[in-house]
């Protein structure tokens, strides 16, 4: 018998293959403790037009970035129709997916396909093992089909002479024990090599219908932690362990108990789970709480224009009472706001014929750090940062952009110490608070708001709204970039009004015949055309 537990590839239609690091780091842990057989990482495929977390595509560089314990023979699985429906010959799109084994820390590769794609696998097989891997077959949705067209599926995969393990999926799992063993006499009838059963649990018998074929001679069997699977999941690998401990098993069932208990019972009531801390940095800077609940009772401001408003009223005197000229003045991002429009050329044509990755703050910034450093790494993209990163090195931003002297305040000793060239609205910035980056490069681009323009000149920009990145998109359009891709932006609540500000820009962009199409690389609620950073196809 073979234990193969697919979970972060099954389990990943629940969360679009976006695994918590932690828990990905303690699974491989705990199916290695457990002496599973074979532990198959995720999916190999080709970009998609959304986001999806690293194990919808498994990369090689993503693989690079595990530290796979010993035991377990690692592996992948590739749809068949991910390669026969490209634009490539069957070679070089399995030459595009997949390394030769040997440079590789997977060994595995099956190969999932409906009946009609049978007869066009052979080459996909055949390329497989040339590179070197085990491969495995996996017929979906083999219930209810004729024994003859079951044996006629496995007469084809014997003749290809390469397969390794001929699979057969309960994908709509709805099989008994007397089903399965009626599809194992017919796949026996023509092929004599091992079989497997990957099933579903939508009647609550995947775990019977596994101990039944094994009983019959299928040595392989998928399973999951917790079941999570698609639908209504798959064998779980801890009531299979639990089954075999009766006899003499050679698996050790309490790391995998451990794991459900510690990470999988919680993700399987669901994702997703306020101390104030704002406050407390009020009280801290003498500011009194009423500004503070003003600034929390606005949804307009995100965290970034609260801290830098809350800094900036810690510099001034007799903000321990409240004055609402003096919050609106923090908030307004324009203390100099007599100074005449001002701005240079020096912007025009920076960007030409560059790939350009705008990064922000945002929360996925953080969560997919190690990725977006692995996607700029290999393709070395112009890369202009909102503000300072509070997560992505100095070393690899090419450019800061600020225009919001609230927020610029509070990041200004950080910004000394960047040696990167900053671009900027000058005009909207006093002498004393320039007099903090003297020692940097300034690049002066002009910014004017007015409701509903968006549009751009050789020295300035006008923008909807007081939005940074209005002001960054409207920069570019004085260049021409091979592309524009963008981390961190999020998004809002769609009633949020930063929500809807964004749009607004976004459209407003659009409409712009110099704009470039933005793709997201990582989660965002923002009408933006989706990819992922696991898979950027840059």
């Not at 789970?273 to 003498?286: K, M, V």
């Not at 005197?317 to 409240?322: A, C, I, K, L, N």
């Not at 749009?503 to 933005?518: A, G, P, Q, T």
Request: hydrophobic share 35%.
């Amino acid at each position: 018998m073979h234990i193969l537990d697919c979970t972060l590839r099954d389990g990943g239609y629940y969360n679009n293959w976006d695994f918590e690091q932690e828990v990905v780091e303690a699974y491989l842990s705990a199916v290695s403790e457990a002496k599973i057989d074979y532990v198959e990482l995720g999916l190999r495929s080709f970009p998609k037009g959304d986001f999806l977390g690293a194990y919808a595509y498994t990369t090689e560089a993503h693989l690079n970035t595990l530290d796979l314990p010993e035991g377990p023979t690692y592996g992948v699985m590739v749809d068949a129709k991910t390669i026969l429906e490209s634009e490539l010959s069957i070679e070089d799109a399995v030459e595009a997916l997949f390394v030769p084994a040997s440079d590789s820390k997977i060994s595995l590769v099956r190969v999932v396909a409906h009946f009609p794609e049978v007869e066009h696998s052979g080459p996909i097989v055949k390329c497989l093992k040339s590179l070197g891997y085990i491969v495995g077959y996996n017929l979906m949705q083999a219930g209810g089909k004729a024994g003859d067209v079951i044996a006629d599926k496995a007469r084809q995969a014997k003749e290809w002479d390469d397969l390794d393990v001929l699979y057969f999926a309960d994908s709509l799992g709805n099989m008994d024990s007397v089903e399965v063993e009626r599809i194992v006499t017919a796949l026996r009838t023509e092929w004599s090599g091992p079989l497997g059963i990957h099933t579903h649990n939508n009647m609550a018998k995947g775990l019977d219908n596994s101990i039944a074929t094994n009983n019959v001679g299928v040595t392989w069997l998928d399973a999951t932690i917790t079941g999570m699977g698609r639908g209504a999941g798959n064998t779980q690998t801890e009531s299979l362990l639990a089954v075999l401990d009766k006899g003499e098993s050679k698996y050790i069932s309490k790391p995998i108990y451990e794991l459900v208990i510690r990470h999988f019972e919680s993700m399987q009531r669901h994702y997703g789970w306020g101390s104030n801390l704002l406050y407390f940095l009020g009280a801290q800077n003498d500011v009194h709480p009423t500004y503070i609940q003003n600034l929390l009772s606005n949804s307009h401001y995100g965290t970034d224009e609260i801290v830098g408003a809350i800094d900036y009223l810690s510099k001034l005197d007799g903000t321990t009472s409240y004055n609402g000229a003096v919050l609106n003045t923090a908030l307004s991002f324009n203390t100099n706001e007599t100074a005449p429009l001002s701005g240079t050329e020096a912007i025009c044509g920076l960007f030409d014929n560059k790939n350009v990755l705008i990064v922000t703050n945002g929360p996925s910034t953080k969560k997919y750090l190690g990725a977006i450093n692995l996607y700029i790494e290999q393709f070395k993209p112009v890369v202009i940062s909102i503000n300072v990163s509070d997560y992505i090195s100095a070393d690899i931003i090419d450019y800061y952009v600020i225009s919001h002297n609230a927020k610029f305040l509070s990041d200004a000793d950080r910004y000394n110490k960047l040696n990167r060239p900053v671009i900027l609205p000058l005009h909207r910035f006093t002498k004393s608070e320039l007099a903090v980056i003297s020692d940097l490069q300034l690049l002066d681009y002009g910014l004017t708001i007015k409701d509903n323009e968006f549009a751009s000149n050789t020295s300035h920009s006008v923008i909807p709204s007081d939005i940074t990145t209005a002001y960054v998109l409207a920069m570019l359009l004085e260049s021409c970039p091979s592309s524009v891709k963008l981390v961190g932006f999020d998004g809002y609540d769609k009633n949020d009004s930063r929500q809807q500000e964004m749009m607004k820009v976004i459209e407003l962009y659009n409409k712009d015949d110099r704009s470039c199409e933005l793709v997201s690389l990582t989660p965002t609620s923002y009408p933006l055309t989706k990819g992922s950073v696991y898979a950027p196809n840059c």
